[in-house]
T-cell receptor, first 114, second 111 residues
């Protein structure tokens, strides 16, 4: 099992540019979560999907952020336009149904917006 | 008030001692709780989960849940330098819902 796969591992971009983060959940997991982690705010849930459908996007900071899950094996988180305050580590996690609610995290994407 | 609160630390303990971490939560509807360990620069990994009031032991780790007082403890016995990490407490209201994390407690185990 390859685990949750995120790409890229590191992203450095300039303010105003579009950023796309990618995630491949573990096969068979039907829930997918996007978290953002900073020193100041800790680990914050941005959005989560069940069976490819967005369930709760109340954590998405503003309209600059959008997330999609076109199929069970792929999700994207897009920031357009990016701002320096978006700099953080973005984690994707997946979870199977009925298996104790255990979240499996990807390695994260370190985003730096200059 | 944050839904899940933790002391940020650092909690410094000598090698071999017991590390005691606590977590409080505000939503009485929370049903299950999880402790994740996160090493610097790495992703969180689950070490314990607890659903019922009382204690749950797994190796050197013990989780304690008191729903009446709305707190969750994690005890690490015989602390090792490799236990030095940030420990995140998380709660969930019901199966299929979102997991809400506290800010984490940084633990330093000194040889």
């Amino acid at each position: 099992d390859a685990g949750v796969i995120q790409s890229p591992r590191h992203e450095v971009t300039e303010m105003g540019q579009e950023v796309t983060l990618r995630c491949k959940p573990i096969s068979g997991h039907n829930s997918l979560f996007w978290y953002r982690q900073t020193m100041m705010r800790g680990l914050e849930l941005l959005i989560y999907f069940n069976n490819n459908v967005p369930i709760d996007d109340s954590g998405m900071p503003e309209d600059r952020f959008s997330a999609k899950m076109p199929n069970a094996s792929f999700s994207t988180l897009k920031i357009q336009p990016s701002e320096p305050r978006d700099s953080a580590v973005y984690f994707c996690a997946s979870r199977p149904t009925g298996k104790g609610e255990k979240l499996f995290f990807g390695s994260g994407t370190q985003l730096s917006v200059l | 008030q944050k839904e899940v609160e933790q002391n940020s630390g650092p909690l410094s303990v000598p090698e071999g001692a017991i590390a005691s971490l606590n977590c409080t939560y505000s939503d009485r509807g929370s049903q299950s709780f999880f402790w994740y360990r996160q090493y610097s620069g790495k992703s969180p990994e689950l070490i314990m989960f607890i659903y019922s009031n009382g204690d749950k032991e797994d190796g050197r780790f013990t989780a304690q849940l008191n729903k009446a007082s709305q707190y969750v403890f994690l005890l690490i016995r015989d602390s090792q330098p490799s236990d030095s990490a940030t420990y995140l407490c998380a709660g969930i209201k019901a199966a299929g819902n979102k997991l809400t994390f506290g800010g984490g407690t940084r633990v330093l185990v000194k040889p």
